[in-house]
């Protein structure tokens, strides 16, 4: 089992840069593959970004790609959400998840979710 705290979360300016955290605790990091969802009002959830277990790899949604970045850090047993270049369309609560094995772009294939922490972006 592992459980996932998020924080950073804010109201920014459209240009502006947030960083987001997800903390885990209960197993280790390092074999979990994990990933950033968002979810608007009124919207599914979506794909942001993830990661693999070793930090080896990355994937991101078309949306974020080249303002966003995903990192890890398993000796603190955290992963990061640094955004950058932040437009009022990325205003979401932000949700990280973690998965045993691969990782994965789909929210269903993702055992364990944080709280969500909320993403506002000012036009």
């Known amino acids: 089992q592992v459980q996932l705290v998020e924080s950073g979360g804010g109201l920014v300016q459209a240009g502006g840069s947030l960083r987001l955290s997800c903390a885990a605790s209960?197993?280790?990091?390092?074999?979990?593959?994990m990933g950033w969802f968002r979810q608007a009002p009124g919207k599914e959830r979506e794909f942001v970004a993830a990661?693999?277990?070793?930090?080896?790899?990355?994937y991101y949604a078309d949306s974020v790609k080249g303002r966003f970045l995903i990192s890890r850090d398993n000796a603190k047993n955290t992963v990061y959400l640094q955004m950058n270049s932040l437009k009022p369309e990325d205003t979401a609560v932000y949700y990280c998840?973690?998965?045993?094995?691969?990782?994965?772009?789909?929210?269903?294939?993702?055992?364990?979710w944080g709280q969500g922490t909320q993403v506002t972006v000012s036009s």
């Open positions: 990661i693999s277990r070793s930090g080896g790899s990355t």
């Open positions: 209960g197993r280790t990091l390092s074999s979990t593959a």
């Open positions: 998840a973690g998965k045993a094995g691969l990782v994965a772009q789909r929210v269903p294939e993702y055992d364990y």
